[in-house]
C-alpha cells in the first residue's frame, strides 16, 4: 500500500478553499499522477463537526473527476486507519485529503511514531500557512516529504 497524504488547499475566513487553493487542486490533477501514478483510491475528510470543512473534498475533487476515480468521504481517523488496514499488503495508491492537525495522528495511528507534527520539519508545530506544498509519501514503511511541490 503506498499513501499520498496531503493537507486541503489555502482557505478562505470560512470552510471553502480560496483562490490560491483551487489553483493548487488544479495543479494536483497532473501532479500527483505524474510524481507517484494514478491513484486507486482518493479519501478525503467528511465535512463534520467541529469545523465542517469542505476543504479536503474541494482539493481533490478534480483529481478524482479526471481520473475517473470516485471520493470516498470518511468522517473519523478511526474509520480511515479500519479502511486502510484492509489494503496493507497490496500495491494500491491512496491519496488522502484531510485536516493538517490531524495527519501526525493518521501517521501514528498507522504505526509511525516518529512523526510528531505536520511540516517539512517534523520538529516544528507548523502554521497555518507554511505547509500547503507539502505532500507525505508512505511506500514500504518508508516516509518521505515532498516539500514545495506546486
Request: proline content about 6%; hydrophobic content about 35%; glycine content about 4%.
Amino acid at each position: 500500500m503506498r499513501l499520498i497524504i496531503l493537507r486541503h488547499g489555502e482557505k478562505d475566513k470560512g470552510y471553502y478553499l480560496n483562490d490560491i487553493g483551487y489553483k493548487r487542486s488544479e495543479k494536483l490533477v497532473d501532479y500527483i499522477p505524474a510524481k507517484f501514478g494514478i491513484p486507486d483510491f482518493i479519501i478525503a475528510k467528511s465535512p463534520v463537526f467541529p469545523n465542517y470543512s469542505f476543504r479536503p473534498i474541494q482539493t481533490i475533487y478534480q483529481l478524482g473527476y479526471k481520473h475517473n476515480r470516485p471520493i470516498l468521504i470518511i468522517n473519523t481517523i478511526d474509520e480511515l486507519v479500519k479502511y486502510l488496514e484492509k489494503y496493507n499488503y497490496t500495491d494500491y495508491i491512496f491519496v488522502i485529503c484531510w485536516e493538517h492537525t490531524e495527519i501526525p495522528l493518521i501517521l501514528r495511528r498507522l504505526g509511525y511514531n516518529m512523526i510528531v507534527s505536520w511540516s517539512s520539519n517534523p520538529y516544528k508545530y507548523p502554521d497555518d500557512d507554511d505547509d500547503y506544498n507539502t505532500i507525505i509519501e508512505v511506500n514500504n514503511r518508508i516516509i518521505i516529504h515532498h516539500d514545495n511541490i506546486i
